[in-house]
C-alpha cells in the first residue's frame, strides 16, 4: 500500500484563513485544485470559487471521492477534524499544524494504522515533486527537476539543501518535510523506501539534528535501501542539550538533579558513520558527495 | 510546563491520591497563622530537583523555629532558583519509601508506568531497582497491578498502589502529561499511603486544551491570597479564565535563544530555529565565535511591528558591546523579502547608528556604553586616530537572501553597513571578515 498522490485535495481549517489562503494560492500555480474547504463550523470567510462545507462528509457527498486532505487546524482541533476526515474515506492527512498535544498525536496514529491511512506531520510542510505537484507550504519557486531526494522533518534546511545543489546544477526528484512535532506519524524509514523506489531519484538526502537522530531508522535503512543516501546532521556545534526520547533516559535525566551537561554528539555520529552511511555536518560538502557516489 | 510540588499536591488531592494538610508561605510572618500542628516541614517550592540535600527541607517544631527556617529557604537558591512559595506540612513517619511516575516515551509513543521499591532520594538505588509497564494499548487497572507486582508488592499493598498508579494516569490523560512522578509515596506501618512529594509536567503543547492553567503566574498570586488549608474546600482552578485562543494572526515577539557567547561577535537573525543552528555550525566549524541567535517568527505582514523590534534587538545588541557583526538569514516569499529588505535599509539610511533613531530624551534613559559615549565625543573634535572613529561602534549587516536577482537588491538597498549577497557560505566569510575589522 503506498501514498496516491494527486492534483486533488480538500482542506481543513478555515479558522487559520490566513495561512491557508496562502498556501491554497500557492499550490493552484503548481495545478493544485481544491475542491472543498471544511470550516467545521467555524466562521466561514470568502475562498473565492472554493465550495465550504461544514463537515467533510458533506463535502464528499457533493464533489465525489477526494484522497487527500491538508489540515491547517487550530493544534487543539486536530485530533477531532482527522478522526473526522478518516470516518468520511479520506486516505491521506497532511497536517500543516505543529504543536499538537502528544497523546492526541498517539491516538491519531492508532486510528490511523487501524484503517490504513497515510499521515504525513503534524508539523509538515508537506511534499513537493518538482514541476509535478506541490502540496503543502514548501515554496515552488526554491526547486528545480532533478534526480535528488531530500527528507527532512522541518522546512527551512530542505531550503538550504536545495539552494546548494541548484548552484551545482543538481536538481530534486522529491522533497518531503517529515513533521517538526516531537512525535510524528510519518515514518522516515518509510519514505526512505518511496524515494528507494522512485524511478527519479538516484541519491537521497536525510536532513537531521544532532540531538535527535533516529539512528533505528538509519540501521534499518543500511539493510534494506539500496540507493546511496547521504545523512546530512546539523546542530552540533550548537549549545542545544540532547532530546531523550526513552522513558528511562527521559526519567533518569529528570531525576539527576543536577544542570543538563552539553551533550556530546561526537559518539553518536561516529556509531553512524560505522554503519556506512556517508556522513556530512556542512550541507555545501552535498554536491561533491553526490558526484562521488554517483 | 514544570509544577510546584503544591500545585501538583492540588491536582492529586482533586483526584484522590492521598496527601499530607499543608498551607502555602508566601512570608515568613504568615507562619504564625499556621493551623498545622508541629512538628511541621518546611520545604522550598522550586521546579528543580535535590531540595533535600541542598538545605530546602527543613523540619521544625514550633513558630519561632519555623519562623526563621523559612527565611533561611527563601533566601537559598537552589541551583540557581530562589523560591516564591514555601509548602509547610504535617509530619509524617513513613516506614518505607516507594517511587512511582508515568513518562511519555517519545521512542514508543506510548505512556509507560515507572516504579521502584527503592523511592527517596538514593536516585541510584532508585534507578537500580525500576521497574516499567508500557501501555500499549487501552490502559486497564491489570495494568497497574503488573507494576506493582514486579516492583515485588503484593496483597493489600500491592491493590492500594495500584489505585494510586490508576489515578496518575487519569490525571496524565485528563491533563496531557508529560510527566507524573510520586515521590516518595510513604508507606505507613499500618500499610497505608500518602504522596509525600508531587511533580507534574503538563506536556506546553496541550497549554491552549486547558485553560486553568494559561494563566499560571497571576493564578499563583491569587490562590495564595485566598489560601486555605486543605481541611476547607480548596479553591479549585479557575474555570472562568478566558480561553487563550491560539490565533496565528496574533504576531510573535522576536525571541532570543539562550545561546550567548560573550566572546562572540556575530549575532544572528533568522526566522527559523533550524536555520539558526546551520548559521551557527557554519561560524563555528570556521573556528569563530558566534555570539547569539535571535529567531522572528511569523513574519507575513507585521512590517511596522519588525520595525519596532528590529530597532530594539540592535539597541541590545549595541549594548552587548562584543558584537561587530549580524548576519540576517531569511527564507520567505519574494515579497516578504523585499519587504524585509527595504524596511531594514529605510531604518539604516534614515538614522545613521550612533542615534540609532532614538531622540535625545531616549538616549538618556538607554543606558549607553562608554565605548559610544566617547566616540560620540570625540567625533566632535579632529581625530587621526581610526579606532576611535564613529563607524567602528556601528554594527555591520550582512544580509543572505536567497534571491536569484540579488544585484537588484545590492543597488537598490545600497549603504555602507549592508553586504547583500544570495549565497550563505559567502556570507558566513563576510561576516567573519567583518568581525575581524577594527
Same mark, same amino acid.
Given at each position: 500500500?503506498?501514498?496516491?498522490?494527486?492534483?486533488?485535495?480538500?482542506?481543513?481549517?478555515?479558522?487559520?484563513?490566513?495561512?491557508?489562503?496562502?498556501?491554497?494560492?500557492? %499550490?493552484?500555480?503548481?495545478?493544485?485544485?481544491?475542491?472543498?474547504?471544511?470550516?467545521?463550523?467555524?466562521?466561514?470567510?470568502?475562498?473565492?470559487?472554493?465550495?465550504?462545507?461544514?463537515?467533510?462528509?458533506?463535502?464528499?457527498?457533493?464533489?465525489?471521492?477526494?484522497?487527500?486532505?491538508?489540515?491547517?487546524?487550530?493544534?487543539?482541533?486536530? =485530533? /477531532?477534524?482527522?478522526?473526522?476526515?478518516?470516518?468520511?474515506?479520506?486516505?491521506?492527512?497532511?497536517?500543516?499544524?505543529?504543536?499538537?498535544? +502528544?497523546?492526541?498525536?498517539?491516538?491519531?496514529?492508532?486510528? *490511523?494504522?487501524?484503517?490504513?491511512?497515510?499521515?504525513?506531520?503534524?508539523?509538515?510542510?508537506?511534499?513537493?515533486?518538482?514541476?509535478?505537484?506541490?502540496? @503543502?507550504?514548501?515554496?515552488?519557486?526554491?526547486?528545480?527537476?532533478?534526480?535528488?531526494?531530500?527528507?527532512?522533518?522541518?522546512?527551512?534546511?530542505?531550503?538550504?539543501?536545495?539552494?546548494?545543489?541548484?548552484?551545482?546544477?543538481?536538481?530534486?526528484?522529491?522533497?518531503?518535510?517529515?513533521?517538526?512535532?516531537?512525535?510524528?506519524?510519518?515514518?522516515?524509514?518509510?519514505?526512505?523506501?518511496?524515494?528507494?523506489?522512485?524511478?527519479?531519484?538516484?541519491?537521497?538526502?536525510?536532513?537531521?539534528?544532532?540531538?535527535?537522530?533516529?539512528?533505528?531508522?538509519?540501521?534499518?535503512?543500511?539493510?534494506?535501501?539500496?540507493?546511496?543516501?547521504?545523512?546530512?546532521?546539523? #546542530?552540533?556545534?550548537?549549545?542545544?542539550?540532547?532530546?531523550?526520547?526513552?522513558?528511562?533516559?527521559?526519567?533518569?535525566?529528570?531525576?539527576?538533579?543536577?544542570?543538563?551537561?552539553?551533550?556530546?554528539?561526537?559518539?553518536?555520529?561516529?556509531?553512524?558513520?560505522?554503519?556506512?552511511?556517508?556522513?556530512?555536518?556542512?550541507?555545501?560538502?552535498?554536491?561533491?558527495?553526490?558526484?562521488?557516489?554517483? | %510546563?514544570?509544577?510546584?510540588?503544591?500545585?501538583?499536591?492540588?491536582?492529586?488531592?482533586?483526584?484522590?491520591?492521598?496527601?499530607?494538610?499543608?498551607?502555602?508561605?508566601?512570608?515568613?510572618?504568615?507562619?504564625?497563622?499556621?493551623?498545622?500542628?508541629?512538628?511541621?516541614?518546611?520545604?522550598?517550592?522550586?521546579?528543580?530537583?535535590?531540595?533535600?540535600?541542598?538545605?530546602?527541607?527543613?523540619?521544625?517544631?514550633?513558630?519561632? /523555629?519555623?519562623?526563621?527556617?523559612?527565611?533561611?529557604?527563601?533566601?537559598?537558591?537552589?541551583?540557581?532558583?530562589?523560591?516564591?512559595?514555601?509548602?509547610?506540612?504535617?509530619?509524617?513517619?513513613?516506614?518505607?519509601?516507594?517511587?512511582?511516575? &508515568?513518562?511519555? /516515551?517519545?521512542?514508543?509513543?506510548? +505512556?509507560?508506568?515507572?516504579?521502584?521499591?527503592?523511592?527517596?532520594?538514593?536516585?541510584?538505588?532508585?534507578?537500580?531497582?525500576?521497574?516499567?509497564?508500557?501501555?500499549?494499548?487501552?490502559?486497564?487497572?491489570?495494568?497497574?497491578?503488573?507494576?506493582?507486582?514486579?516492583?515485588?508488592?503484593?496483597?493489600?499493598?500491592?491493590?492500594?498502589?495500584?489505585? &494510586?498508579?490508576?489515578? %496518575?494516569?487519569?490525571?496524565?490523560?485528563?491533563?496531557?502529561?508529560?510527566?507524573?512522578?510520586?515521590?516518595?509515596?510513604?508507606? /505507613?506501618?499500618?500499610?497505608?499511603?500518602?504522596?509525600?512529594?508531587?511533580?507534574?509536567?503538563?506536556?506546553?503543547?496541550?497549554?491552549?486544551?486547558?485553560?486553568?492553567?494559561?494563566?499560571?503566574?497571576?493564578?499563583?498570586?491569587?490562590?495564595?491570597?485566598?489560601?486555605?488549608?486543605?481541611?476547607?474546600?480548596?479553591?479549585?482552578?479557575?474555570?472562568?479564565?478566558?480561553?487563550?485562543?491560539?490565533?496565528?494572526?496574533?504576531?510573535?515577539?522576536?525571541?532570543?535563544?539562550?545561546?550567548?557567547?560573550?566572546? @562572540?561577535? &556575530? *549575532?544572528?537573525?533568522?526566522?527559523? !530555529?533550524?536555520?539558526?543552528?546551520?548559521?551557527?555550525?557554519?561560524?563555528?566549524?570556521?573556528?569563530?565565535? +558566534?555570539?547569539?541567535?535571535?529567531?522572528?517568527?511569523?513574519?507575513?505582514?507585521?512590517?511596522?511591528?519588525?520595525?519596532?523590534?528590529?530597532?530594539?534587538?540592535?539597541?541590545? =545588541?549595541?549594548?552587548?558591546?562584543?558584537?561587530?557583526?549580524?548576519?540576517?538569514?531569511?527564507?520567505?516569499?519574494?515579497?516578504?523579502?523585499?519587504?524585509? *529588505?527595504?524596511?531594514?535599509?529605510?531604518?539604516?539610511?534614515?538614522?545613521?547608528?550612533?542615534?540609532?533613531?532614538?531622540? #535625545?530624551? !531616549?538616549?538618556?534613559?538607554?543606558?549607553?556604553?562608554?565605548?559610544?559615549?566617547?566616540?560620540?565625543?570625540?567625533?566632535?573634535?579632529?581625530?587621526?586616530? !581610526?579606532?576611535?572613529?564613529?563607524?567602528?561602534?556601528?554594527?555591520?549587516?550582512?544580509?543572505?537572501?536567497?534571491?536569484?536577482?540579488?544585484?537588484?537588491?545590492?543597488?537598490?538597498?545600497?549603504?555602507?553597513?549592508?553586504?547583500?549577497?544570495?549565497?550563505?557560505?559567502?556570507?558566513?566569510?563576510?561576516?567573519?571578515?567583518?568581525?575581524?575589522?577594527?
Amino acid at each position: 500500500m503506498n501514498w496516491k498522490l494527486n492534483n486533488q485535495i480538500i482542506v481543513q481549517g478555515t479558522e487559520n484563513s490566513h495561512q491557508m489562503l496562502q498556501c491554497i494560492n500557492q %499550490m493552484k500555480s503548481y495545478g493544485v485544485e481544491v475542491l472543498a474547504a471544511i470550516s467545521s463550523g467555524h466562521p466561514l470567510i470568502a475562498l473565492e470559487e472554493i465550495p465550504i462545507f461544514d463537515l467533510v462528509e458533506e463535502a464528499i457527498q457533493k464533489i465525489g471521492t477526494v484522497e487527500t486532505s491538508i489540515i491547517f487546524a487550530s493544534s487543539e482541533h486536530v =485530533l /477531532d477534524v482527522c478522526l473526522e476526515a478518516i470516518a468520511a474515506g479520506i486516505k491521506q492527512l497532511i497536517i500543516i499544524t505543529a504543536k499538537i498535544p +502528544p497523546l492526541d498525536t498517539i491516538k491519531l496514529s492508532k486510528i *490511523a494504522k487501524l484503517n490504513h491511512i497515510f499521515i504525513l506531520g503534524p508539523g509538515s510542510a508537506g511534499i513537493i515533486i518538482p514541476q509535478k505537484l506541490c502540496l @503543502g507550504t514548501l515554496q515552488p519557486e526554491y526547486f528545480s527537476l532533478g534526480n535528488v531526494g531530500i527528507i527532512s522533518y522541518g522546512q527551512s534546511l530542505i531550503y538550504e539543501v536545495a539552494w546548494i545543489l541548484n548552484q551545482a546544477q543538481i536538481g530534486q526528484s522529491l522533497a518531503i518535510s517529515l513533521g517538526q512535532d516531537k512525535i510524528i506519524d510519518s515514518s522516515l524509514l518509510h519514505w526512505l523506501e518511496i524515494l528507494n523506489e522512485d524511478q527519479a531519484t538516484e541519491v537521497i538526502i536525510v536532513i537531521q539534528t544532532a540531538q535527535d537522530i533516529d539512528y533505528s531508522s538509519l540501521e534499518l535503512m543500511s539493510q534494506s535501501i539500496s540507493k546511496p543516501v547521504i545523512c546530512y546532521i546539523f #546542530g552540533s556545534q550548537t549549545p542545544k542539550g540532547k532530546v531523550f526520547r526513552q522513558g528511562v533516559e527521559i526519567l533518569n535525566n529528570h531525576l539527576s538533579h543536577s544542570l543538563p551537561d552539553i551533550y556530546s554528539f561526537r559518539k553518536t555520529i561516529s556509531n553512524v558513520k560505522k554503519l556506512g552511511v556517508t556522513l556530512t555536518q556542512n550541507p555545501s560538502e552535498i554536491p561533491q558527495l553526490i558526484r562521488k557516489l554517483l | %510546563m514544570d509544577l510546584l510540588e503544591y500545585q501538583a499536591k492540588k491536582l492529586f488531592r482533586q483526584i484522590g491520591i492521598p496527601v499530607l494538610p499543608s498551607e502555602t508561605i508566601a512570608e515568613p510572618r504568615e507562619l504564625k497563622q499556621l493551623r498545622i500542628p508541629y512538628p511541621v516541614v518546611l520545604k522550598s517550592q522550586v521546579k528543580v530537583g535535590g531540595r533535600g540535600k541542598a538545605g530546602g527541607v527543613r523540619f521544625v517544631a514550633n513558630t519561632i /523555629d519555623a519562623i526563621a527556617a523559612a527565611r533561611t529557604i527563601f533566601n537559598l537558591a537552589i541551583l540557581g532558583e530562589y523560591p516564591e512559595i514555601i509548602l509547610a506540612e504535617a509530619r509524617y513517619n513513613a516506614e518505607r519509601e516507594l517511587f512511582l511516575a &508515568i513518562v511519555l /516515551d517519545y521512542q514508543l509513543q506510548r +505512556p509507560v508506568l515507572f516504579g521502584s521499591i527503592c523511592g527517596g532520594i538514593d536516585i541510584e538505588k532508585l534507578m537500580q531497582n525500576l521497574q516499567q509497564v508500557v501501555v500499549d494499548t487501552e490502559f486497564s487497572p491489570f495494568l497497574a497491578r503488573r507494576l506493582g507486582s514486579q516492583m515485588g508488592l503484593s496483597g493489600q499493598l500491592l491493590l492500594a498502589v495500584s489505585g &494510586i498508579i490508576e489515578k %496518575m494516569y487519569e490525571l496524565f490523560c485528563t491533563k496531557d502529561l508529560e510527566l507524573i512522578e510520586i515521590n516518595p509515596l510513604g508507606v /505507613d506501618a499500618q500499610g497505608n499511603l500518602m504522596a509525600l512529594d508531587g511533580k507534574i509536567t503538563i506536556d506546553d503543547y496541550a497549554l491552549t486544551k486547558h485553560s486553568e492553567f494559561t494563566n499560571l503566574s497571576t493564578f499563583k498570586r491569587e490562590e495564595v491570597q485566598q489560601k486555605t488549608t486543605h481541611i476547607s474546600s480548596f479553591p479549585a482552578f479557575s474555570t472562568t479564565e478566558p480561553k487563550i485562543k491560539t490565533n496565528l494572526s496574533i504576531p510573535k515577539s522576536i525571541r532570543w535563544l539562550d545561546w550567548q557567547d560573550k566572546k @562572540g561577535k &556575530i *549575532a544572528i537573525l533568522v526566522n527559523n !530555529d533550524d536555520i539558526a543552528s546551520l548559521c551557527w555550525d557554519l561560524i563555528r566549524q570556521r573556528k569563530e565565535k +558566534p555570539a547569539c541567535a535571535i529567531i522572528l517568527d511569523d513574519l507575513a505582514g507585521q512590517e511596522s511591528l519588525f520595525k519596532q523590534q528590529f530597532l530594539e534587538m540592535m539597541e541590545t =545588541l549595541r549594548q552587548m558591546n562584543s558584537v561587530k557583526v549580524l548576519l540576517l538569514n531569511f527564507w520567505e516569499t519574494e515579497v516578504v523579502n523585499r519587504a524585509i *529588505a527595504k524596511t531594514i535599509w529605510e531604518l539604516f539610511e534614515s538614522s545613521p547608528q550612533d542615534t540609532n533613531s532614538l531622540t #535625545g530624551e !531616549d538616549r538618556a534613559i538607554i543606558p549607553i556604553n562608554d565605548s559610544l559615549e566617547r566616540s560620540r565625543r570625540s567625533s566632535s573634535e579632529i581625530k587621526l586616530d !581610526d579606532n576611535i572613529s564613529e563607524s567602528s561602534q556601528s554594527i555591520k549587516l550582512v544580509i543572505r537572501l536567497a534571491a536569484s536577482n540579488i544585484e537588484q537588491y545590492q543597488q537598490e538597498f545600497c549603504h555602507d553597513e549592508i553586504f547583500w549577497t544570495n549565497n550563505l557560505e559567502d556570507a558566513i566569510s563576510q561576516a567573519i571578515a567583518l568581525s575581524k575589522m577594527k
